[in-house]
T-cell receptor, first 111, second 112 residues
Framework: GIQVEQSPPDLILQEGANSTLRCNFSDSVNNLQWFHQNPWGQLINLFYIPSGTKQNGRLSATTVATERYSLLYISSSQTTDSGVYFC?????????????FGAGTQVVVTP | DVKVTQSSRYLVKRTGEKVFLECVQDMDHENMFWYRQDPGLGLRLIYFSYDVKMKEKGDIPEGYSVSREKKERFSLILESASTNQTSMYLCASVSGGSYGYTFGSGTRLTVV
């Protein structure tokens, strides 16, 4: 099956810093999404981004489908950005909607 | 506000018990999914359903079954709980043709 690799596995940031999270995937996909899981376990969809660039406040994401990677940018980080960030893909060759998740990037933002 | 509700936040069960995890959504979504989350492994798909009384195996169905008798409810069943099923279980739903997944807040199951 498709492989989804996220880097780095862990990230510690000082409040106000910028960072980039990366997601590599091994095969063509129908779509790619980024999720944030807060410290209480709730998963929230951040971006649906099969290709191109999107921005939402201090967060933005870019997917280069032809090169099979996506980047999530966090600018001017805040303590509320702490949590785990997951990349998830819907493989092109599989049943619709079966998201395959990466292992996640654990982000800790310190005051 | 749309919701996916999982019946229990924390559960402790004994080895060999039959365990039911319930998930209810109020968005009239056709598609529902059960994932388990383990450190370093991300989320892995256990079972999913595209319609009432329909179910399909995900990537790790062994030791689990599901039931979908009504559109809004998707139950995960551990037939005989084992310690390696200790995990966080997450339910999600999405409308057909969209990718607006909504996740429940999870059930942290410990099997002792």
């Amino acid at each position: 099956g498709i492989q989804v690799e996220q880097s780095p596995p862990d990230l510690i940031l000082q409040e106000g810093a910028n960072s980039t999270l990366r997601c590599n995937f091994s095969d063509s996909v129908n779509n790619l999404q980024w999720f944030h899981q807060n410290p209480w376990g709730q998963l929230i969809n951040l971006f649906y981004i099969p290709s191109g660039t999107k921005q939402n406040g201090r967060l933005s994401a870019t997917t280069v489908a032809t090169e099979r990677y996506s980047l999530l940018y966090i600018s001017s980080s805040q303590t509320t950005d702490s949590g785990v960030y997951f990349c998830a893909v819907d493989p092109l060759t599989d049943s619709w909607g079966k998201l395959q998740f990466g292992a996640g990037t654990q982000v800790v933002v310190t005051p | 506000d749309v919701k996916v509700t999982q019946s229990s936040r924390y559960l402790v069960k004994r080895t060999g018990e039959k365990v039911f995890l319930e998930c209810v959504q109020d968005m009239d979504h056709e598609n529902m999914f059960w994932y388990r989350q383990d450190p370093g492994l991300g989320l892995r798909l256990i079972y999913f359903s595209y319609d009432v009384k329909m179910k399909e195996k995900g990537d790790i169905p062994e030791g689990y079954s599901v039931s979908r008798e009504k559109k809004e409810r998707f139950s995960l069943i551990l037939e005989s709980a084992s310690t390696n099923q200790t995990s966080m279980y997450l339910c999600a739903s999405v409308s057909g043709g969209s990718y607006g997944y909504t996740f429940g807040s999870g059930t942290r199951l410990t099997v002792v």
